[in-house]
């Protein structure tokens, strides 16, 4: 199985320092105190994390209706990551996972089973699992 590359450099103090990124694909940006903490333009990791948990989940979740039976047209995932001021730091405090999907097929009920399973058992969801709360809207379009 391959193993992922990523670096990150940042130059400076917190506040007033400058960070960025790149993966080994290319995909790379900026990121800033203020694009972390504040509304500053630019990347974050938050946003790097909440992308790579809608992609897992998407593709997770098709294998899944796949395996049922039931392999989807479209599945389609927003993830929200939350960081928040904790004590003295700042902690990652929630990931809400909003999906929607075209499933030709299938009940309601069995969408949902799935999707919730999916949510507890992709490979990023297990890195959070246990660390960060998970929450999931799920809906057939």
């Known amino acids: 199985m391959p193993t992922r590359k990523s670096s990150a450099t940042w130059e400076g103090g917190l506040k007033g ?4 990124f790149k993966g080994e694909s290319g995909l790379g940006g900026s990121y800033s105190f203020g694009s972390r903490f504040e509304n500053a333009p630019q990347s974050n ?3 790097l994390l909440a992308a790579a948990l809608a ?4 593709m ?9 039976g039931t392999p989807p047209t479209r599945v389609s995932t927003d993830v929200a990551c ?9 902690k990652i405090t929630k990931m809400h996972l909003t ?10 009920a069995t969408f949902d089973k799935l999707a919730q399973g999916t949510k507890d058992g992709c490979p990023v969801s297990q ?4 660390n960060v709360p998970m929450t ?4 057939l379009e």
């Open 99 to 108: 999906v929607r999907a075209q499933v030709p097929n299938v009940d309601a």
């Open 17 to 20: 320092g400058k960070g960025s």
């Open 136 to 139: 999931l809207e799920a809906r």
């Open 45 to 47: 990791p938050e946003e």
């Open 127 to 130: 890195v959070f699992k246990g």
């Open 60 to 68: 997770a979740l098709s294998g899944g209706l796949e395996k049922n």
């Open 55 to 58: 992609a897992c989940y998407s």
């Open 82 to 90: 939350t960081i928040e001021k904790v004590g003295e730091g700042f």
